[in-house]
Every structure is written in C-alpha cells, then in structure tokens.
C-alpha cells in the first residue's frame, strides 16, 4: 500500500487534504502553531485542525534543516507526498527520498505567477483566467514540471478571498482526478515553457495605499486583490479609511481626488472616472457599509484626499 504525505498549512490546503484523507494519508506536516488575536495565545493552523479532526497523525517541523526531521520523515518511508501552500522550502534529500515524487498544487497557471501570491498578483494584473497546476517539485522556485491543470475564470466581483476559496475546491478535484496517475507512477509531467514565468512576489503591507491619480479600474482590481490582507486604504483629513469592498466603474466629470457620498452611495473620484466604495472602516471600528462609515462627516458630502 502507497504510503501518503500531506504537506500544508492554510485554510486553503484543508479541502485537498480531506479529499486525500479517503484514500489514506500516513503523516501530515504544517507550519508550528503561532500566537494571534489580541491575546496572542497559539492558535493551530487550520490544516492542523482539520488533520486532527480525521484523526491523522500531524507533525510540525520548524525546520527541515534539523536532523531530527530527516531522521523522523524517513522513518515514515513515505511513497509519494502531496503539498499544497506548505510555506516551507523542502530540501533536495527529501524530494529525492519520494519514490513516486513530491507533488504540489499551485494556484495559478504555471509558469505564470509562481511564487508567494499567485492569486493575488492575478487579480493586480487583471488577468481574465488563472488556476491550479499539479506540478512536480523541483529544488528550483515553482519550477518542475506540470502534469495538469485546471481553469478558472476571474469574475469582476472576486477578491483575493473568494477566488482562492474556489480554487481550493478546484485543486482538491483536480488532485483526485490524477490521483491514480501518481500513485501508478503513469503521469507524464511537460516541463514548463522557458521564458514565460512570472514571479508572484510577497504581499508587503505598503502595497495596500490607494492613489488616486491612477485609473479606476486599477483601484478597483487592487482593492480585491489585497482583500483580507494588506489590505487597501486612503487618507482623508490626516486618518487612515480602510477600504474594504468596491462595486461600480462610472464617468464622472468632478475633478479626480475626492471622495463623495450621498443617495447614490460612496466614490472615489479618478483621473478616467469614478470608483464605488462599497464598505469602509474607520480607525476602531468594524467594517462598515460605506455610507454608514461616512456619517460622522454627514449623510452627504464630498472631502478632498491627501
């Protein structure tokens, strides 16, 4: 019998690890719990949680470059491992200990967007489609060879959210639709076309300020693309408003750089047009319809932005 291991760690992982889980897995592997929420207590992983909930037996390594590890993986005589947003660089004795190989499930079509943010620098390019690669792992970045993939199309509405929760589901599918060909040693990955990558860098805080001196469309494909994390954000009279959700693209003939509110809700005024907010958040607060977030500067009105 072909003895699995899942890699993973996030939320995103946790429908191709229960997919995986009917058909046996020996061991699964996650990132260390880690301190969240004001009061900073540890906070499982959600692989973790879902891995103890099936009862499957869960390891968190700091490192692979501790002995201890090497000597625990090979006493698990893994036949094939699956990994998916692992957050870890696995090194090359481990690739090399897999008989039927490591496999990871990326979420983007390779080779465009391999890296830390796929998803995110999908929806920052507007790209009309990505996906999810079953690509075989190699020492370099996202580089091995792809068995198959799957598409998907980039609606005008997803966020960074909601398209990596469809993509997960798509890469649990995809997973179970290869499954045989890896566990018989049949598939036949195609390496990857050469000097067509894109890199996916990480997502870096300072990437979520919104300026308004370019198009709205940009604005608007930033705001879902940085939603939940960084995040987007203007300045108004010196205070940071988060903003959390946009709607509709519009002409506008007011000069570019206000924000205006009123019973036709809540725009960001651009160079090429107009921006709809749709929900806000104030320094203290939840997120809020924008219209609400705005009352404190009255039910209507216009401000200019730093």
């Known amino acids: 019998m072909t003895r699995i291991a899942f890699l993973g760690t996030p939320r995103a992982a946790v429908p191709a690890l229960r997919a995986l889980a009917e058909e046996g897995i020996a061991a699964v592997f996650c990132n260390p719990d880690r301190p969240a929420g004001r009061g900073r207590h540890l906070e499982a992983p959600p692989v973790k949680v879902a891995a103890l909930a099936l009862?499957?037996?869960?390891?968190?390594?700091?490192?692979?470059?501790?002995?201890?590890?090497?000597?625990?993986?090979?006493?698990?005589?893994?036949?094939?491992?699956?990994v998916v947003a692992y957050g870890h660089l696995l090194p090359r004795w481990m690739l090399d200990a897999c008989p039927s190989g490591v496999w990871n499930l990326h979420f983007s079509l390779l080779p465009r967007w391999r890296g830390a943010a796929p998803v995110n620098h999908a929806l920052l390019a507007g790209d009309e489609e990505t996906?999810?690669?079953?690509?075989?792992?190699?020492?370099?970045?996202?580089?091995?060879?792809?068995?198959?993939?799957?598409?998907?199309?980039?609606?005008?509405?997803?966020?960074?959210?909601?398209?990596?929760?469809?993509?997960?589901?798509?890469?649990?599918?995809?997973?179970?639709?290869?499954?045989?060909?890896?566990?018989?040693?049949?598939?036949?990955?195609?390496?990857?076309?050469?000097?067509?990558?894109?890199?996916?860098?990480?997502?870096?805080?300072d990437m979520g300020r919104l300026d308004w001196r370019r198009p709205a469309a940009e604005l608007h494909r930033q705001v879902r693309a940085l939603w939940p994390w960084p995040g987007s954000e203007l300045q108004m009279e010196g205070q940071p408003l988060k903003v959390c959700g946009v709607g509709a693209l519009r002409t506008c003939y007011r000069d570019p750089g206000q924000l205006v509110w009123g019973k036709e809700g809540a725009w960001l005024t651009t160079p090429d047009g107009a921006l709809e907010l749709t929900q806000l958040q104030r320094p203290g607060k939840p997120v809020q319809p924008a219209l609400q977030a705005l009352q404190p500067w009255g039910a209507s009105g216009s401000r200019a932005l730093n």
């Open 55 to 82: 009862g499957l037996p869960v390891h968190q390594p700091l490192s692979w470059k501790a002995p201890e590890v090497r000597e625990l993986w090979e006493s698990l005589q893994i036949d094939l491992a699956i």
């Open 131 to 205: 996906g999810v690669s079953l690509m075989k792992l190699t020492e370099g970045l996202d580089e091995g060879p792809v068995l198959a993939q799957s598409r998907r199309w980039i609606g005008h509405g997803d966020t960074a959210e909601s398209l990596l929760a469809a993509l997960s589901a798509d890469a649990a599918e995809l997973l179970m639709d290869q499954l045989p060909l890896l566990l018989c040693g049949c598939g036949k990955p195609v390496e990857q076309p050469l000097g067509q990558a894109t890199y996916a860098t990480k997502l870096r805080k």
